[in-house]
């Protein structure tokens, strides 16, 4: 068997443009775009929502704690691990139809969040709506192969950031029907979403005609995936298991061993899922090293702001540990004063007479007057500075939306701007935007109104990212191979922001709040306050994410490629 790069992949096929829309109406053109891009919010906004909604998910699953997280971090690690996969079967098979597989799958997963009470299952249900995320990177290869040329740039940055529906809809949305309802009404009206979506894709958007005639590559598809995986859990679990006990680094050198051995064994397959020599050219590997790193703040973002401000204020915390000790308190003298008063009353009465029950009462009040007022003192240490008490409504309204809105726009305004230069200058803007505002959460205020602020700054960065990254890539490899290409791009992007919140988990884990209390005549309590963390926490968190931007940063600024303006894929 031939090793040769040149017979690692089939004979590339004729481009077929026959689908491309070149003379339809700008009604039809506009329809397809917009159904398309309607059709990937799906995962943008289920994230919004679920990310914004998990202080209000936790108490269902009491026992999970800091675990809770996982309802994300699950989304990004099936999503690492299917976006190879749909995105080759994309090539191969056809774009819309794995549109519509991943809308079925996301149905079924959707549903079984909103029914279930049992942890385990609510995973399941979050793997099987992960598949969402590949509706993102089908979207690229159908945009780049439906779209008339001129509008290929453009279409992909509202593709990645949206019409706004997940901008607006999501959080609001979201936060009308889990504070007036249930966290489980999410769930229900993305299926409602997706129900609709689905017959207006079959019927509105027309299939792709290229394809890249070649059988799957399985083993591939399983060690890029399992490797992703197991790194992913080492990450999130070696806080708890002990980051450098034997049993707990096998699962972090499992996955580097399998995300090692994925090159190797892709480079003497006959049929990769990807031409490991394309991957390898820096206008490819540096584009994908470069989203791996600027998409752990993508992570970090949207989970640390949400719960922070969501979180009760330090004072309420302290008032309502004082009030529930002293009725511990409170309960225990009662009880020890009305035992010893029958004690009492039985001594008094003649041998072999026995005190009826309730014949003695002890005055509450009497008792409550001997209990100094400031007999129970709490104090947090360490404490924290944040926490507004917002419900998610107020959230939305007050932190999300503003974001969103100017993501929005910038995503449209950045694929203007993709095909105006190129790539480079506006990912250099957008990681230098991730490295301030990473810096502005962890060294200023925790407040409400400082987070929303950066939040709105961080809006542009955002967009700036994802209306760069897919035009990269599209611009680095052949129409063929689009599916795979930006299948890798979104393993990157999951894995990036998976790592990401893994690692804040763990700082947080590392980082708790606790409170100590003191009763007069007691020895003094301490214990950890649930689902809260310190204010080092987090911010060792995002002076993690800064650092990592950073570096993505130098790579942007260093890149060859995307320094000529975007031609919608023709430029391979």
């Not at 040769?4 to 992949?9: F, I, P, R």
């Not at 999300?400 to 993501?407: A, N």
């Not at 995503?411 to 957008?430: C, N, Q, S, Y």
């Not at 990269?472 to 990401?500: F, N, R, W």
Request: proline share 6%.
């Amino acid at each position: 068997m031939s090793t040769s790069l040149d017979n690692a992949v089939p004979p590339s096929p004729e481009l077929d443009d026959s689908a491309r829309l070149d003379g339809a109406s700008k009604l039809r053109i506009y329809s397809v775009l917009a159904i398309i891009v309607l059709f990937t919010e799906i995962s943008p906004m289920q994230y919004v929502m679920v990310a914004a909604a998990l202080r209000q998910i936790a108490p269902s699953f009491p026992s999970e704690g800091a675990n809770i997280n996982w309802a994300i971090i699950v989304f990004g690690v099936i999503g690492a691990a299917v976006s190879p996969l749909i995105g080759k079967l994309s090539d191969i098979y056809g774009k819309k139809k794995l549109f519509l597989v991943c809308g079925v799958l996301f149905l079924i997963g959707t549903v079984i969040c909103a029914v279930t009470s049992n942890w385990g299952l609510f995973l399941l249900g979050r793997g099987l709506e992960a598949t969402a995320i590949a509706t993102t990177v089908v979207s690229y290869g159908l945009i780049r192969d439906l779209m008339p040329r001129k509008l290929v740039p453009v279409g992909l940055g509202i593709a990645s950031t949206g019409l706004g529906i997940s901008a607006l809809i999501g959080p609001l949305v979201g936060g009308y029907i889990t504070d007036h309802y249930s966290w489980r009404g999410m769930f229900w009206f993305l299926f409602v979403f997706t129900l609709i979506m689905i017959p207006l894709l079959i019927l509105v958007v027309p299939e792709s005609r290229l394809r890249t005639p070649q059988r799957l590559d399985v083993l591939g598809v399983v060690l890029l995936g399992a490797g992703a995986t197991l790194t992913l859990i080492y990450l999130d679990k070696g806080q708890d298991w002990g980051w450098l006990r034997p049993a707990t680094l096998a699962w972090l050198i499992g996955g580097l061993v399998l995300l090692a051995l994925f090159p190797i064994v892709e480079m003497r397959a006959r049929q990769p899922i990807m031409d490991m020599k394309l991957l390898f050219t820096p206008r490819v590997s540096v584009v994908l090293f470069i989203a791996l790193l600027g998409s752990l703040m993508i992570g970090v973002q949207s989970y640390g702001p949400s719960y922070m401000i969501q979180s009760p204020p330090s004072s309420e915390v302290v008032a309502q540990a004082k009030a529930a000790t002293y009725e511990q308190v409170k309960t225990q003298a009662l009880a020890q004063a009305q035992k010893q008063a029958e004690a009492q009353a039985q001594a008094s009465l003649p041998p072999g007479v026995t005190l009826p029950p309730g014949a003695v009462k002890v005055p509450e009040a009497a008792v409550l007057e001997q209990l100094p007022p400031d007999m129970v003192q709490v104090k947090l240490d360490p404490g924290y500075s944040y926490g507004n008490g917002f419900s998610l409504m107020k959230f939305a309204t007050h932190v999300t939306l503003p974001q969103s809105l100017i993501s929005m726009l910038f995503g449209f305004l950045g694929g203007l701007w993709v095909r105006r230069v190129g790539g480079r200058r506006p990912l250099v803007v957008a990681l230098a935007v991730f490295v301030v505002t990473g810096f502005g959460y962890a060294a200023l205020g925790h407040g409400w109104v400082t987070m929303a602020l950066l939040g709105a700054v961080m809006g542009t960065g955002f967009a700036m990212y994802y209306a760069t990254m897919p035009n990269l890539i599209v611009e680095a490899v052949p129409a063929e191979q689009q599916g795979i290409s930006a299948g890798m791009l979104g393993v990157m992007q999951a894995m990036g922001a998976g790592i990401g919140i893994s690692v804040a988990t763990a700082f947080l884990n590392a980082n708790p709040v606790k409170a100590v209390v003191s009763v007069t005549g007691a020895p003094t309590v301490t214990q950890n306050v649930p689902l809260l963390f310190s204010d080092r926490g987090y911010e060792l968190s995002f002076y993690f994410v800064v650092a990592t931007s950073a570096i993505a940063l130098i790579g942007a600024l260093i890149m060859k490629s995307g320094r000529t303006p975007a031609t919608g894929g023709t430029a391979f």
